[in-house]
């Protein structure tokens, strides 16, 4: 079956950088594109950053433009988020995604907190 597993969580300070990464397995991950979202408090999730199959084209949301990477390796089926100049506002619980033969599959999450 399908499985995405985070890792890479973790407290940071503002200012500082994590990197996410993101397992996967179940499927043939190089003819996927994949994706990371989030989700704070009280808010929707949000798309962060996309990736195409191949790795060329990606996609990222405004606010994360110049600061965050995604990237992937599809002899490793893992697709990473390298995240700098991180803000409080990247506070959120992170979730790697993926539309898998018309179905969509979630991670369970890793949580970013980013806090003095």
Do not use: H
Request: glycine fraction near 10%; include cysteine.
């Amino acid at each position: 079956q399908v499985q995405l597993v985070e890792s890479g969580g973790g407290l940071v300070q503002p200012g500082g950088s994590l990197r996410l990464s993101c397992a996967a397995s179940g499927f043939t991950f190089s003819r996927n594109a994949m994706s990371w979202y989030r989700q704070a408090p009280g808010k929707e999730r949000e798309l962060v950053a996309r990736i195409s199959s191949t790795s060329d084209s990606t996609y990222y949301a405004d606010s994360m433009k110049g600061r965050f990477t995604i990237s992937r390796d599809n002899a490793r089926n893992t697709v990473d988020l390298q995240m700098n100049s991180l803000k409080p506002e990247d506070t959120a619980v992170y979730y790697c995604y993926a539309l898998v033969w018309g179905y969509k599959y979630w991670g369970q999450g890793t949580q970013v907190t980013v806090s003095s």
